[in-house]
């Protein structure tokens, strides 16, 4: 199905967002299902600088291979993750 896509997530860890529940979204590896185990690639990142730009939406941001999320969420990259690796 999706044995050679990696999906990297990156999760915006700069104050605003870690204050907006970007501190949550650092816990995302231990919602990862297991069958996903090896295709994601998870990384925390200073300020992405997103929340400097109001047309990107509200913090906590997080870029899922390339696609900013605003307003993200765990059950919202998740999301992002499946459709990314074709399971939707």
Known sequence: M???KT?????CSGTACYV????????LDDHIPSRWKGHVELEG??????????TQGKAPFAVIDGEVLSEATIPGILKKIEEKLGET
């Open 2 to 4: 999706y044995q050679d």
């Open 7 to 11: 999906v990297k997530v990156v999760v």
């Open 20 to 27: 907006m529940g970007g501190s949550e979204l650092l816990l």
């Open 45 to 54: 990142s200073p300020c992405l600088g997103f929340c400097k730009n109001k």
